[in-house]
């Protein structure tokens, strides 16, 4: 499956996508530090890459997570990855969305296109009717990567996430379908 952007598109990972992805997180293992729970030596290992990504392959299968990279469309380049994550059905039809991209493609649109086609895709695809993200309140890039997609601020979950050895407060936003219809 493939979400196709203008400059980006979003496909879901395979197994042949694990040394991209250990390149991607040796590459910023310093940028990501500063917004990532802390991960020990052996997250930085084909391994543990491709074990991630056959895990997220089985999640996918039985309806519960949705992980995409973030491909360049002019090379096909891995620069990043964004997922639908924690599907709950029934009476609540929602679902978190978490992300990362390679340093040196910030600011340049690729997320805001990423965040777009992700959400389509949830709304339109999987019939959602929430999705929430949570985002550091000094991380003003991707508060605002999110509010131009239409995600609203809602809160501050307190020491919601330990990022990097501390717990840290996270601003939640969201976006609702206003067209859902089971």
């Known amino acids: 499956m493939?979400?196709?952007?203008?400059?980006i598109y979003l496909r879901l990972l395979e197994e042949s996508d694990a040394e991209?992805?250990?390149?991607?997180?040796?590459?910023?293992?310093?940028?990501?530090?500063?917004y990532s729970p802390k991960k020990d030596d052996d997250f930085y290992t084909l391994d543990n890459h491709l074990t991630?990504?056959?895990?997220?392959?089985e999640k996918t299968k039985q309806g519960l997570r949705y992980s995409f990279?973030?491909?360049?469309?002019e090379n096909d380049m891995l620069i990043g990855n964004i997922t639908l994550a924690?599907?709950?059905?029934?009476?609540?039809?929602?679902?978190?969305?978490?992300?990362?991209?390679?340093?040196?493609?910030?600011g340049k649109g690729y997320m805001s296109e990423a965040i777009k086609l992700i959400v389509e895709y949830g709304f339109k695809e999987l019939k959602?009717?929430?999705?929430?993200?949570?985002?550091?309140?000094?991380?003003?890039?991707?508060?605002?990567?999110?509010?131009?997609?239409?995600?609203?601020?809602?809160?501050?979950?307190r020491k919601?996430?330990?990022i990097n050895g501390?717990?840290?407060?996270?601003?939640?936003?969201?976006?609702?379908?206003?067209d859902y219809d089971r």
């Open 86 to 106: 924690e599907i709950l059905r029934w009476a609540m039809q929602s679902c978190f969305v978490g992300y990362y991209l390679d340093k040196e493609h910030n």
């Open 20 to 34: 991209a992805m250990l390149k991607l997180h040796v590459k910023n293992r310093e940028f990501f530090k500063d």
């Open 128 to 157: 959602l009717h929430r999705i929430e993200a949570g985002v550091m309140p000094h991380n003003i890039g991707s508060i605002r990567v999110l509010e131009k997609a239409g995600f609203v601020k809602e809160g501050i979950a």
């Open 166 to 178: 501390k717990w840290e407060d996270h601003q939640v936003l969201a976006i609702i379908n206003e």
């Open 52 to 57: 991630a990504i056959k895990t997220s392959i």
């Open 160 to 162: 919601n996430v330990e």
């Open 2 to 7: 493939k979400l196709t952007g203008e400059k």
């Open 69 to 73: 990279g973030i491909f360049l469309i």
